[in-house]
């Protein structure tokens, strides 16, 4: 019996009506396992992901099969997303018994949840023997099976293992990783690494927050380069907005079509700081861009954000998004069909499959002529509209707690420099969702689909992701109520997921066991929740002025202080929030009787250091500590700039703020 159609998880309710019978995540399985003495087969994926689509289709959905799922195991369904906790055992299992790992995962298990063989994707002939293998060696050889279940959980234990060395993050380890983003740095196409090659938004986060705080005009470069070169890449939608999940290639030119809900929010943040500190007119337009995208492709009915689009339309990747130069034609007629081709880099040769092209922007757009400019924006359109018109890729909209986090923030720092109503309403609407739904009895859910809490319990990456954005909400709205809800969730991630040296672990120390107790502090294709932990702890201290915040916050970063400034590709925001730290970061409190268009707060959004709090509002606003006794100036404006709770003179003048601001 198949026990996945209640799910509240669209991936498993993907494989709700394969012939195997499935059970979700629960006790209630290793139960049957142990009843039936039969390994368990634990089978983890997500709904946007391309192989497992194809392992469902070729494996899950195959009768022949489905009997031997059946009659030799109990099998078990993890939407990664719902339980990243479960997820994060298990891939290390995976990695150290093959050196790699992914999705689909698949791992045979003893019905006490120990891994004993691990693998990814296996076409269906492979698979069918794997089980046929495993349910052998399992009747006949069960000692050596046991002898190997414990064998990697003693390894994936040391590789989870806290109590490991620390030591501050100094200013000298900050500029080791920024010098070692330098070496690994692709000078020709941008990013780091090659194929295939992922947007590292979260080191462009630090190595801006580096050349503010050094000047290096070394890592702006790097920055600047490596931003043209996605947008202008197919990895970006160049008629919709929006980032794939990463380029197959080298070269940003064709994506594996995913568009996941974080790496945009992080993309977002990215791009707005770049067109902060540069005034850069693409930057500007793709941080526009991708914050519509969020809201208006990924939004949900009840107010919160999908989790992402699948790569897959009707079973083929690239389905919605590739064009020939005949179909440019045909929607534009001859003249403006060769214009596109033109523009978006779309031959006869092709750069996709069957001759198709993944549209590239290879002209520039934002600094031209208005008559060129407004003839891009007819011929987008214009693409767009044929193009709603094809089938288009499922969505995952289930609203997972620390990427709502993440897109709150991002939609905050875009809305403290464009004043855009659109984007403050998205984050508002967003942050209510997860105060009002996610948070249950004062802990946090992990996800909510159609406006239903789901049973999973919120990891440390929630508290931390969901802290840091409800510390941004209260820094657009001056309520306090978003400042109260911040320190509610850091004290349980202090009570409850605290390590003994200083770290944090991911799970609670009440939530469920599994066969090890994960505690990941590197920064993958999401914050770390260390590291997310931490930007929150700052960003509450610098609020408040309470210490004990920044203290753990210091001693969180010293085990990872370590590994900063040798595997700096893993630990981009824990350096960011290294460089708030030493930036101060500054808390800047504008006290008005006008807010909006106050030139002051504007000054201060533009010019803010790596990490400042900024606050605006009346003298001593109920419920915002940074205007608690700060009167105006002679009945103006005052801004005043203090770091690490050392306050400049207040100031008038907007020159005056820039000038504290820079250090002068």
Known sequence: MNRLADATSPYLLQHAENPVDWWPWCEEAFAEARRRDVPVIISVGYAACHWCHVMAH????????????NGDFVSIKVDREERPDVDAVYMTATQAMT??????????????????????????????????????????QREAVLRQGAAVVEA????????????PLEATLLDAAAAQLAEEYDETNGGFGGAPKFPPHMNLLFLL????????????????????????????????????????????????????LYDNALLLRTYTQLWRLTGDPLAARIAAETAAFLIDDLGT???????????????????????????????????EGGFAADLFAVTETGSFEHGTSVLRLARDVDDVDPAVAARWETVRARLREVRDTRPQPARDDKVVASWNGLAVTALVEHTALTGDPVTAAAATRIAEVLAQRHLVDGRLRRVSRAG?????????????????????????????????????????ALERFAAPDGGFYDTADDAERLVTRPADPTDNATPAGRSAVVAALVA??????????????????????????????????????????????????????????????AAAHRHAPPGAVIVAGRPDQPGVPLLADRPMVEGRSTAYACRGFVCERPVTEVADLVGQLAGR
Not at 157 to 165: C, F, T
Not at 548 to 566: F, K, S, W
């Open 452 to 492: 239903v809490v789901g049973a999973p319990a919120g990891v440390l990456e929630d508290y931390g992701c969901v802290a840091e954005a409800f510390c941004a909400m209260h820094q657009l709205t001056g309520e306090g109520r978003w400042l109260e809800l911040a320190g509610r969730l850091l004290d349980v």
């Open 99 to 140: 050196g790699q790992g992914g999705w689909p995962m698949t791992v045979f298990a003893t019905p006490d949840g120990t891994p004993f063989f691990c693998g990814t994707y296996f076409p269906r002939d492979n698979f069918r023997q794997l089980l046929q293998s495993v349910a052998t060696a399992w009747r006949d």
């Open 156 to 167: 994936i234990g040391g590789a989870q293992a806290v109590g490991g060395p620390s030591t």
């Open 58 to 69: 070729e494996s899950f959905e195959n009768e022949s099969v489905a009997a031997l799922m």
């Open 209 to 260: 927050r580096h050349h503010q705080r050094t000047g290096s005009d070394r890592s702006l470069e790097i920055v600047r380069h490596t931003c043209e070169a996605m947008a202008r890449g197919g990895i970006y939608d160049q008629l919709a907005g929006g980032f794939a999940r990463y380029s197959v290639d080298g070269h940003w030119t064709v994506p594996h079509f995913e568009k996941m």
């Open 301 to 335: 009915p009840e107010g919160g954000l999908a989790s992402a689009l699948d790569a897959d339309t009707e079973g083929v990747e690239g389905l919605t998004y590739s064009w020939t130069p005949a179909q440019l034609t045909e929607v534009l007629g001859a003249e």
């Open 540 to 601: 509450y201290t610098a609020l408040t002025g309470e210490t004990r915040y920044r203290e753990a916050a210091e001693a969180a970063l010293a085990t990872v202080a370590p590994i900063v400034g040798r595997h700096a590709r893993f630990t981009g925001y824990s350096a960011a929030v290294g460089e708030a730290l030493l930036s101060g970061p500054y808390e800047i409190a504008v006290v008005t009787d006008q807010p909006v268009g106050d030139l002051l707060i």
